[in-house]
């Protein structure tokens, strides 16, 4: 027995002398003047660095110091699921506790809806946009404008004082309201854009060497190719806007692309209505039959944008959509390491736009002049800089380069270049080659992800295997058992742009869930149907 406890005691020696002799460095809001609740879906290099960016301004300006509570709970998908919960948590609360009202689900689908369908729905929409209600956390920080819009639009997000307190900062000289066919910012304040990012297409030479690929994918188009079957790293569409952006974007590239072609038989400069019924329909088709190959080489569909970076990284993918800030992060992480410089980052010529990346204040921020402050570092000089600068230079990131677009005109200057991790990069002066056109795609946007989900993720499985099995017949010289089988895959007409126009969009606006379940369902099984069909005839039975 006594040997056992010589024993013990010296693990507890071991182990708890350097844990009793260590400081205690773990940062608590009690030791803080202020608090600040932050909920975001964005890294911990970005956090650490606008946490010690703000923390530092915040001290010079305030002669305060100040707590960041970080909140992560995933994506940003997961990120609006917590928030609308605990805003419904909240309100039900008000709702019964101080107005003393009996709860119900026409009062639960009402508050938060900015077209309220009966008289009690709009008692609880006007008792909701009347309260300071709030769901525990003062800014929501990264995502999509999509997003941003939604919590907006539900009342969960209200109007910052940034843009009346600095009008000088949002104007056409600084951060201007529009660029290439998007908004940087809300007129209203209930959002405003950080930084400008946009998605592109990461690749590991050495994985191409192994796949005997001489030429490196420059467009979306490229990542069809059957060589990179189950080698591409996706983003769940599901869980990320701005993968929906992504894919909306290829959509426009094909339809500018017919456009260019109409254009350019007919000799004329611009499109008469018929034709721009074309362009739209036939664009459309185009760009659905290359996102669904596009789909079908790839490996999974992750819900952490993160780890298709890393899985690039490591050679586990060849290549993946990724969003451009981690994609340079990562290479520019490879190369000081040490590793070879395998990483190459590309933006698909005319195939991508810059999106802002957004900010915005809660409705019943607890720490509301903290939120505001906030809000105005991140959009001011010095915040711009942190987030555009290389490490070690003044007034730059202190330990982590966030290669990140600055939003602000006033940032790319001449002097500034040597500073920046991007210098070649100024998209106020970069050659417009692919404005954004909102009427053609934007309100199609949540029909994108639907159509994702049924066509591509939920029949994945039968997607993958009849993509294969075209691939090896083809491969194996069996061309016209291939043909016929790619002519049932790519069988797509049904989901043609007018028919999500016309029928897909008005239900899905409908918010009418037995009527987008039963459709959902419904598409899911033609074209689990329709891929077991090409799976059938690519084997030649």
Not at 42 to 52: C, G, S, V, Y
Not at 332 to 352: C, V
Not at 462 to 484: F, N, R, S, V
Not at 521 to 539: C, P, Q
Request: aromatic share 12%; with cysteine; net charge positive.
């Amino acid at each position: 027995m006594k040997k056992y406890l010589y024993i013990f005691g010296a693990i507890l020696i071991v182990v708890g002398l350097p844990i009793a002799f260590k400081r205690t460095t773990l940062a608590t809001p009690e030791k803080f003047d202020d608090t600040l609740v932050v909920i975001t879906p964005h890294n911990e290099t970005i956090r650490f660095e606008m946490d010690q960016g703000f923390k530092e301004w915040y001290m010079k300006k305030t002669g305060r110091s100040v707590f960041i509570d970080w909140r992560v709970p995933g994506s940003t998908g997961d990120v609006v699921r917590y928030v609308d919960a605990m805003y419904i948590n909240a309100f039900r609360m008000y709702w019964t506790d101080t107005l003393r009202k009996k709860w119900t689900l026409e009062v639960q689908e009402n508050f938060i809806n900015d077209k309220p369908t009966t008289p009690l729905g709009v008692e609880a929409r006007k008792a909701f946009l009347d309260s300071n209600v709030s769901c525990g956390i003062d800014l929501f920080f990264g995502g999509g404008v999509v997003e941003y819009k939604r919590e907006a639009r539900m009342g969960q997000l209200v109007s910052c004082k940034t843009i009346q307190q600095h009008p000088e900062w949002f104007c056409d000289d600084c951060i201007p309201n529009v660029l290439a066919g998007d908004f940087l910012w809300d007129k209203k304040g209930t959002w405003i854009g950080t930084s400008l990012s946009s998605f592109g297409i990461m690749y590991n030479t050495d994985r191409m060497k192994d796949l005997r690929l001489k030429k490196a994918p420059t467009q979306w188009m490229d990542l069809t190719d059957p060589v990179f079957y189950r080698q591409i790293a996706m983003v769940d569409p599901m869980q990320s806007s701005i993968v929906i952006k992504c894919l909306e974007m290829m959509f426009q590239q094909q339809m500018k692309l017919v456009r260019a072609d109409i254009l350019k038989q007919s000799n004329a400069e611009d499109l008469t209505p018929d034709q721009l019924h074309d362009v739209l329909n036939k664009g459309w088709m185009r760009g659905l039959k290359m996102i669904q190959k596009i789909m079908a080489n790839s490996r999974y569909f992750t819900d952490n944008s993160v780890t298709t970076v890393w899985d690039v990284s490591m050679g586990n993918c060849a290549a993946g959509i990724v969003v451009d800030f981690y994609g340079r992060h990562q290479r520019e992480t490879n190369r000081l390491r040490g590793a070879s410089d395998r990483l190459r980052f590309i933006l698909p010529k005319g195939g991508t736009c810059i999106s802002p990346d957004p900010i915005g204040m809660f409705r019943g921020a607890p720490n509301p002049q903290v939120a505001e402050a906030f809000l105005e570092y991140i959009v001011s000089d010095e915040g711009q800089c942190r987030i555009g600068f290389k490490v070690g230079t003044r007034g730059g990131p202190q330990c982590y380069a966030l290669h990140r677009t600055p939003i602000r005109k006033d940032f790319y200057t001449q002097e500034r270049k040597a500073y920046a991790t991007s210098p070649e990069m100024n998209p106020f002066e970069e050659d417009d080659d692919f404005p954004y056109q909102p009427q053609w795609t934007a309100p199609a946007f949540s029909a994108i992800r639907m159509l994702s989900k049924v066509l591509f993720m939920d029949t994945f499985t039968e997607l993958a295997k009849a993509w294969y099995a075209i691939i090896k017949a083809q491969k194996k010289g069996h061309h016209a058992q291939a043909k016929q089988a790619m002519s049932v895959f790519e069988d797509l007409d049904e989901i043609s742009y007018d028919w999500v126009v016309t029928t897909l969009i008005p239900i899905l606006k409908s918010k009418n869930p037995l009527q987008q379940i039963d459709l959902e369902t419904e598409l899911t099984r033609k074209f689990r149907n329709k891929y077991l069909e090409a799976l059938r005839l690519a084997k030649g039975k």
